[in-house]
Each structure stands twice: as structure tokens, then as C-alpha cells.
């Protein structure tokens, strides 16, 4: 058990240094980490996948709430997009999770491993989103919506891979852009996780600690020690040139999203 607890606070270390170091939600880090953690304590690889996507959307839910309402007391949050896209947002989340929960986790693995490349290539060979000029109606927000909400939830992320492009096309700035990204974040976690609890919940597979496909004791220690060491992470990018965090982040999602893909 102290074994665990130390691996889930240096996990949470981890995920909240390479965040504020990348600028990427923590979902891209921690799924990838929580699977290795997961192999060291033996857990079953038929809900290992699930409970990591499941324990990532749980603490998304916790440590995106600061950066959530920082940007409303900002004004960054444009409350009208937020509101048409929330509908797809929640629908979606909850569709992501059945599929998920559809697939075995080795296909599920399989599917994540290929979205870490597609946003590797988008990093590096990836133009800038063209900034739009109309606000899109409210149909396309909730098609737009409920595609963000069900990738997200699918992989445990929080969806500023998606919003923020799209957004930026609708005519946001950077600013509103990353601010509504953040506030949809919200939303995502929070259904996406108690989904998760949900399809998860009696499975026989799953460890002690284990609610659903969300494992308390990883959610615990990421929320406890990821916030602060994000701090770390955010000075330290302020020392690298933008190029080569660019350029070393898309090799570590190469590197992990092979992991997933080769045997």
C-alpha cells in the first residue's frame, strides 16, 4: 500500500510538471503513466485501460477547476459559446465512456496510442488553426460539442486539443479560446467520471481502492501534488525555447503512443 501511495504522489509530480512545462491538460501524461503504474501493482489489463482513462477524467474534474475560474474572473470565458456547446459536451461524455466501455482495453490502448500520434504530427507539421470571423449557430456548437465531449471522455482528456482549434476558427482569441477550452473542460470530467464509476461499477477484475473505473487512491495523490509541482513546470518552460518544448513533446508522445501500438 505505501508502495502505491508513493507512485500515485510522484505520478501526480509528474503529470503536473509535464503540464505546466507543455502547456497540455494533464490526461495526455497521466493515462499513459497510470497504465505503467498499473502493470508494476498487477493490475488486470482488461480494466487497466478504463480505470486510467476513468482516474484521469476524476482528477481533470479536481485540478482544472482552478484554471476554470481563473479564466471567468478574467473574462477569457465566452459564456455564450460555453452554454451552446455544453449540451454536446455532456452528451458526448457520456457516449464516450459506452464506447469505450465496448472496447476490450487493448483496443482501447490501441486507439490512444494512435491519438498520441495524430497530435504528435499535428505539433510538429500542424498549421495554426485559420481565425475565423462568424459565430457558427447553435446546431453546429452541439454536433461540435458532442464531438470534443465523447474524444475526451474516450481518452481521458480534457479536450483543448479539439476546443481550443475549433473555438479559434469561431472567432475567438487565443485568450477566449483557451479560457472556454478550460471551462469546457469541466463539464467533460465531471460527467465523464461519474460515467465511468457507473460502467464500472461490480466488476470483479478491478482492484482494491477501485470505484468504478476510477482508482481513489491515484486520484487522491495526482489532486494532491500535481496543482503545486505545475507551478515548477510553468517556470521552466519560461527557460526552454518554444521550439525545442515543441519539438521534445511530440517525441515523448511518439515514444509512449509506440508503447501502446507494438507489442
Known amino acids: 500500500m505505501l508502495v502505491s501511495v508513493l507512485a500515485y ?23 499513459p503513466s497510470l497504465m505503467a503504474v498499473f502493470a508494476v501493482l498487477n493490475v488486470s489489463p482488461d480494466v487497466a485501460m478504463h480505470l486510467a482513462v476513468g482516474t484521469s477524467l476524476a482528477t481533470i474534474a479536481v ?9 471567468l474572473r478574467r473574462g477569457s470565458v465566452r459564456r455564450d459559446w460555453l452554454m451552446a456547446l455544453l449540451p454536446g459536451l455532456v452528451v458526448g461524455a457520456v457516449l464516450g465512456v459506452f464506447v469505450a466501455g465496448s472496447l476490450s482495453g487493448g483496443k482501447l490502448g490501441t486507439l490512444f496510442g494512435i491519438f498520441l500520434l495524430l497530435v504528435a504530427a499535428r505539433l510538429v507539421f500542424g ?9 457558427p449557430g447553435n446546431s453546429r456548437m452541439i454536433v461540435a460539442g458532442g464531438v470534443i465531449g465523447s474524444v475526451s471522455a474516450l481518452f ?9 482549434p475549433w473555438l479559434i476558427r469561431c472567432g475567438a482569441t487565443m485568450t477566449q479560446a483557451v479560457g472556454t477550452s478550460a471551462a469546457c473542460g469541466l463539464p467533460i470530467a465531471l460527467v465523464g467520471a461519474a460515467t465511468f464509476v457507473i460502467t464500472g461499477w461490480g466488476d470483479t477484475s478491478l482492484p482494491e481502492g477501485a470505484l468504478g473505473y476510477v482508482m481513489v487512491p491515484a486520484f487522491v495523490g495526482i489532486a494532491v501534488t500535481s496543482v503545486p509541482c505545475a507551478r515548477l513546470g510553468v517556470r521552466l518552460a519560461h527557460r526552454l525555447p518554444a521550439p525545442v518544448l515543441k519539438l521534445s513533446f511530440a517525441l515523448l508522445l511518439v515514444v509512449v503512443g509506440l508503447g501502446f501500438l507494438l507489442p
Open 9 to 31: 504522489l510522484f505520478l501526480g509530480a509528474l503529470a503536473g510538471t509535464m503540464a505546466g512545462l507543455y502547456g497540455v491538460g494533464g490526461g495526455l501524461i497521466i493515462v
Open 63 to 71: 485540478t482544472g477547476t482552478s484554471s476554470a475560474l481563473g479564466h
Open 127 to 135: 498549421r495554426s488553426p485559420a481565425a475565423g470571423s462568424a459565430s
Open 156 to 164: 481521458g482528456i480534457g479536450g483543448g486539443t479539439l476546443s481550443v
